[in-house]
């Protein structure tokens, strides 16, 4: 069934003339119509348009057009609502937004299609990316693929669910403070955070600036090294971007691990995470050791304070990039006797409330006589965890651990608990406040029984600054050498 297929399957099938592109992208909505009434993963697509660039792309490929010229020929790609394409509507899952329509299109974007990707479909999330259920949307929920009872993550719910379910070969997601990473590992797929200043920006709608960044979601490590490939590199438009060199990553790949040296933080020992987890974190440590890598224990002591850094910095971000949303420029306008109520109105009709408790909780921090007291002393905390990374990597080429300290929750047993509910990126922060890469790649399920269903556990792997060959390298290693890759959700 081509729905199952792997980009690096889908495309030798193309090249082969094996399918045409139009087939392949009528089976992802075909697969849609069947499952996203239960999975609730888009937000929106356009048929039209999205029929339009596959005939093209069968058009080039009839015309002698190959993948070492543009790798992502004829690949169904879909988006998180966060991320601009020209003509076609972003709300990031907000009221606030209601009707809008990007004007242009984010650099991600252009590479996608400059790749001859198929760039189609709109992913739900949590409003402004702001939570790590995707409960926060303003229009649904979306459901785990596993078990529709249970949430798929978050920020990127949509992003994960629709990879699970075979609704798209890959999607774009941002992760903030884990929002690739932990929905990744509660559906099951790879998702990976590239370095800060790796991947453009420019067309996300931003939360957090300094933390804010995007990644793929994809079935494979393979796939994911193809897609970093294709999004990777220095845009001008970003002022965040960094000029550095795009390897070819795939190339990474296939190598051995002889001579690698893995962490184990110290501090990451904690209670808290659950047996299923932590058996199964346990055996992939093993799993690496006897594919050649060394177990190293290290120490990130300022690693207890990144929850409360995270929650201080972020929403002060949020605080000052929300500001835009003032009812005058685009989007939602409740009217009022003056601009202050108009504002004031709009705002409130069109924030969630997950939405209005950080951009409050960031204008405190922000404010005269706290500044100092909170948002200052959280970026001083924010460069010692930072030089903690550093002093680690002097030690080893990767650390692991789990990526999240349980399995998908049900729908609506953390909803009235935010501390709860941000303790579920306990492992994934961290690595946002240093700017390092990381990657969730699956690493075992839990037991089925009566209560709960089987469920998908992910290994988080977290490389040096620009580190993502050798982190590639890792979790394909990995990955070959298991078979949870290979299990498919029940709705897939």
């Known amino acids: 069934m081509l729905r199952l297929l792997s980009i690096a399957e889908l495309t030798g099938r193309l090249a082969r003339r094996e399918s045409s592109a139009r087939e392949v992208l009528q089976a992802c909505f075909d697969q849609i119509a069947q499952v996203d009434g239960t999975v609730r993963a888009f937000v929106s ?12 792309a069968d058009r080039l490929l009839a015309a002698g057009m190959t993948h070492a010229e543009k790798p992502l020929l004829g690949v169904p790609v879909a988006l998180k609502d966060v991320l601009c394409h020209r003509g076609q509507p972003c709300t990031c899952s907000s009221k606030i937004l209601k009707g809008f329509v990007s004007p242009y299109d984010a650099t ?5 299609q400059a790749a001859g990707a198929v760039v189609f479909g709109r992913l739900n999330m949590d409003e402004f990316a702001m939570g790590s259920s995707t409960e926060n949307s303003a229009l649904w929920t979306t459901t785990n693929p596993w078990d529709p009872a249970r949430i798929p993550g978050g920020s990127s719910g949509g992003c994960a669910a629709s990879v699970a379910s075979n609704e798209c070969f890959a999607s ?18 790879v998702g990976l955070k590239p370095t800060y200043g790796l991947v453009s920006r420019y067309g996300l709608v931003a939360f957090a600036s300094s933390l804010d ?8 490590v393979e796939d994911s090294a193809r897609m970093l490939g294709v999004i990777a590199g220095h845009d001008p438009r970003d002022s965040s971007s960094v000029p550095q060199a795009v390897p070819d990553y795939a190339r990474a790949l296939g190598r051995d ?17 659950d047996p299923a987890v932590d058996a199964a974190v ?24 990144a929850a409360a850094t995270y929650y201080i910095i972020a929403p002060a971000e949020a605080s000052a990039n929300l500001a835009r949303f003032d009812g005058i420029r685009y989007g939602l306008r409740v009217d009022g006797r003056d601009p202050a109520e108009l504002n004031s109105r709009t705002r409130g009709a069109g924030f969630g409330p997950e939405v209005k408790r950080r951009v409050i909780l960031g204008t405190y921090v922000l404010s005269s006589g ?32 789990p990526t999240t300290p349980t399995p998908a929750f049900r729908i609506g047993e953390k909803a009235d608990d935010p501390l709860q509910m941000y303790l579920s990126d306990i492992f994934t922060i961290s690595c946002n406040l240093a700017g390092n890469c990381g990657i ?53």
């Open 257 to 273: 691990l002889k001579g690698l040296r893995i962490g184990l933080v110290k501090e990451f020992q904690i209670g808290g995470v």
């Open 282 to 305: 346990r055996a992939a440590v093993r799993q690496l050791e006897s594919l050649g890598a060394e177990p190293v224990e290290v120490s990130l002591p300022h690693s207890e304070y």
């Open 45 to 56: 697509y356009d048929v039209a348009d999205a029929m339009a660039q596959a005939d093209e």
């Open 108 to 112: 991600v974007v252009s590479r996608l």
């Open 213 to 220: 960044q995007i990644g793929p979601f994809t079935k494979t």
């Open 172 to 189: 774009l997601g941002s992760d903030t403070g884990g929002s690739i990473r932990q929905p990744a590992a509660l559906c099951g797929v």
């Open 370 to 401: 706290y500044y100092d007291a909170y948002y200052l002393r959280a970026q001083k905390v924010r460069t010692l965890i930072r030089n903690d990374f550093l002093k680690a990597f002097e030690q080893v080429d990767a650390i692991v651990s």
């Open 440 to 492: 969730s790649v699956p690493c075992g399920f839990t037991d089925a029984s009566s209560a709960a269903p089987r469920l998908p556990i992910g290994l988080q792997i977290l490389g040096k600054p620009f580190g993502e060959e050798t982190l590639l390298r890792i979790a394909h290693a990995y990955e070959q050498s298991t078979g949870w890759h290979r299990e498919k959700a029940p709705l897939a």
